[in-house]
C-alpha cells in the first residue's frame, strides 16, 4: 500500500516538471521518474526485511493529528494525506521550474520529500530517559545547567572556538618553515586535527563529565528516516546554492569570484587528506555546531532560536578565511538548511548525513 501510495504521488512531479520548466525531454523525466519509483521500492523492501514491517510512521490519521492539521484532517486522513503530497507535487516543480532547475532532479527532489513523509513518526521526537535513572532529562522549554557546569563551558568552548581559524596559526608557520608544507595542505592537516579532536571530546564529555545520554546532543541510533532528509536536505542545499549563485552573478560578483579561488585552493590539497578533511569536517561541524553548542546554549539562555542563532553564526564566520568575506555568505543559505533540519527532526545523524554528501562529492565532481 505504501508503495502504491508513493507510485500515485511521484506522478505529480512527472507532469509537473514537464509543465513548469523549458526541458521537452520528456523520456528524460519518465526515466527519473521510473528510477526513483525503483529507488522507493528498494527502500520499502529493505524497511520490510529490517522492521519486519514496522516503521516509525503511525496510521495516517495519527500522523496528521500529531502535527496539528485541522478536524478534517482527523476525520478524512486518506483525504488529508493525498491532498498534502498532491499540493507538495505542485509547490515543488513550480520552485524548481522558477530557478530552471533540471526537471529530472526536480521529480526525484519530490520523490525523496514524499517518501520522507511517509516515514514521519506518529510523534516528534523527544530525549529519551536515561535508563539508569540517575539523571533526569530537561524539559524542552526549561532552562538547565549540568551538575558539573564547568564540563559544559568547557565543551561550549570546544565546540564553538575550535573551528576558529586563529588558533591554528602557531602550528601552521610550523608546518610551513620546517616541515616544508603547502600552505593550505598544513592548513587542512591542521583543521583536520582539530576536528577529530572536537569528534572525540565532546562525547566525552557528554557522557563521562556531563553524565547525559548522547540524545542529549541529537545523536541516535540512525534510521532509514535519517538518510532520506539527510538526502533531501542535500538535493535542497544544492537548489539552494544554484539560486544564490545566479543571484551573486548579478549582484555580488566578488562572491563568485572568491567562491572559485577557494575551491582552486582546495583541489592543491591531496586527494587523501582532501577526503579526510571533508569527513571530519561533516561530522565536527555537526556534533559541535548542531548537536553540542545548540542544545547547551537552548538550555542556559532558555530560547531555541537564541541557542541555534549563535552557533549558526559562529560556523559561517569560519568559512571567512578560505572562501572570503563574501563568498561566506554563500555558504549561509546552505548552512541554515542544516540548522532547520536538525530543529524539524532533532537528528544529529541526518544532518551529519546531509552535510557529508555535500562535502565529499564535490572532491570527485
Not at 507510485?7 to 520528456?26: I, K, Y
Not at 509547490?91 to 529530472?104: D, E, H, N, T
Not at 536515561?130 to 532552562?143: E, F
Request: glycine share 6%; hydrophobic share 55%.
Amino acid at each position: 500500500m505504501l508503495y502504491i501510495w508513493a507510485t500515485v504521488w511521484t506522478a505529480f512531479p512527472f507532469v509537473g516538471t514537464l509543465a513548469a520548466t523549458d526541458d521537452n525531454r520528456w523520456f528524460v523525466v519518465f526515466i527519473s521518474w521510473f528510477g526513483a519509483l525503483l529507488t522507493i521500492l528498494v527502500l520499502v523492501f529493505l524497511t520490510v526485511l529490517v522492521w519486519r514491517g514496522s516503521t516509525d510512521s503511525g496510521a495516517e490519521s495519527t500522523r496528521m493529528a500529531s502535527y496539528g492539521f485541522p478536524r478534517l484532517a482527523r476525520a478524512h486522513p486518506v483525504l488529508a494525506e493525498f491532498g498534502a503530497l498532491a499540493l507538495l507535487g505542485i509547490v515543488v516543480p513550480s520552485i524548481c521550474g522558477r530557478i530552471r532547475y533540471p526537471a529530472a532532479l526536480s521529480a526525484a527532489l519530490y520523490a525523496v520529500l514524499a517518501y520522507g513523509y511517509l516515514l514521519q513518526p506518529t510523534e516528534p521526537a523527544r530525549e529519551k530517559p536515561d535508563p539508569t535513572g540517575t539523571v533526569r532529562s530537561p524539559l524542552p522549554a526549561q532552562r538547565y545547567w549540568s551538575s558539573t557546569p564547568l564540563a559544559t563551558l568547557v565543551g561550549l568552548a570546544i565546540a564553538l572556538l575550535f573551528p576558529m581559524p586563529p588558533y591554528r596559526q602557531p602550528l601552521l608557520h610550523l608546518l610551513i618553515v620546517y616541515a616544508g608544507v603547502s600552505p593550505m595542505s598544513a592548513w587542512e592537516m591542521i583543521g583536520t586535527v582539530f576536528k577529530i579532536t572536537t569528534i572525540a571530546a565532546i562525547p566525552f564529555i557528554v557522557i563521562q563529565r556531563e553524565r547525559r545520554p548522547l540524545e542529549s546532543i541529537g545523536w541516535r541510533t540512525p534510521r532509514l528516516k535519517d538518510v532520506v532528509f539527510g538526502v533531501a536536505a542535500f538535493l535542497m542545499m544544492q537548489e539552494v546554492y544554484l539560486l544564490t549563485w545566479s543571484l551573486a552573478l548579478n549582484a555580488i560578483p566578488s562572491a563568485v569570484a572568491e567562491t572559485r579561488a577557494g575551491n582552486v585552493l582546495y583541489r592543491s590539497v591531496p586527494l587523501s587528506l582532501s577526503l579526510l578533511g571533508a569527513i571530519a569536517n561533516a561530522i565536527a561541524e555537526e556534533v559541535g555546531f548542531r548537536g553540542y553548542a545548540l542544545e547547551r546554549l537552548r538550555e542556559i539562555v532558555g530560547s531555541t532560536w537564541l541557542g541555534a542563532g549563535i552557533p549558526y553564526v559562529v560556523e559561517v564566520l569560519c568559512h571567512a578565511p578560505t572562501w572570503g568575506f563574501h563568498g561566506m555568505l554563500l555558504k549561509a543559505p546552505m548552512l541554515l538548511i542544516l540548522v532547520l533540519l536538525y530543529l524539524w527532526q532533532r537528528s544529529l545523524a541526518a544532518c551529519i548525513f546531509a552535510h557529508l554528501v555535500a562535502d565529499v562529492i564535490p572532491i570527485f565532481w
